[in-house]
């Protein structure tokens, strides 16, 4: 059963700081892993998927990185705004979605 | 272009009673998923349809069922409602899921079982 691990639970930032955001799964048969993010009680909105053939995939001050061999993913994004406070989710994708249970980060302006 | 539409937003049930959630893909897309979040569980996948059939199922009761239709819109059911229901309910929709795409979701039915 795949198991998807994010690391830290929370986080909190001053503005303009870059943020890591850590994410581990067990299983390395997947089609591709996911970016999320999540305002609250919201809907989750796709930030960046990254296939399983690739090792990384930029959006804007988004940068995502995959290696499938050690089960991990993680996401950086550049100089933070208060606007980035949310929830972020990755997901791996094998025959469905498994999801961690998210960082919840705040960015201080 | 439209995104993932799901209707209603926020229902109160009562227990006992059978509820009906309703999803619109975005427009192409084929593929329908289905998750439950809660605080304590997280984001749980319910199932996924494909053309109409259900392709994928996850470890849920036979309480919750769903289907496709044609125009591959999909509507999910739950019968005989439970406290432990109460949920985010949230539809993923995809252009054929599982390899390489993209999946998008909606903003979510909100149910709340008295």
């Known amino acids: 059963k795949q198991e998807v691990t994010q690391i830290p639970a929370a986080l909190s930032v001053p503005e303009g700081e870059n943020l890591v955001l850590n994410c581990s799964f067990t299983?390395?048969?997947?089609?591709?892993l996911q970016w999320f993010r999540q305002d609250p009680g919201k809907g989750l909105t796709s930030l960046l998927l990254i296939q399983s053939s690739q090792r990384e995939q930029t959006s804007g001050r988004l940068n995502a990185s995959l290696d499938k061999s050690s089960g991990r993913s993680t996401l950086y994004i550049a100089a933070s705004q208060p606007g980035d406070s949310a929830t972020y989710l990755c997901?791996?994708?094998?025959?469905?979605?498994?999801f961690g249970a998210g960082t919840t980060v705040t960015v201080r302006a | 272009k439209a995104g993932v539409t799901q209707t209603p937003r926020y229902l109160i049930k009562t227990r006992g009673q059978q509820v009906t959630l309703s999803c619109s893909p975005i427009?192409?897309?084929?593929?329908v998923s289905w998750y439950q979040q809660t605080p304590g569980q997280g984001l749980q996948f319910l199932f996924e349809?494909?053309?109409?059939?259900?392709?994928n199922k996850g470890n849920f009761p036979g309480r919750f069922s769903g289907r496709q239709f044609s125009n591959s819109r999909s509507e999910m059911n739950v019968s005989t409602l439970e406290l432990g229901d109460s949920a985010l309910y949230l539809c993923?929709?995809?252009?054929?899921?599982?390899?390489?795409?993209?999946?998008?979701f909606g903003q979510g039915t909100r149910l709340t079982v008295v």
């Open positions: 299983d390395s048969a997947i089609y591709n």
């Open positions: 997901a791996v994708d094998d025959y469905k979605l498994s």
């Open positions: 993923a929709s995809s252009l054929v899921g599982n390899v390489n795409t993209e999946a998008f």
């Open positions: 427009s192409g897309h084929r593929s």
């Open positions: 349809y494909f053309s109409e059939t259900q392709r």
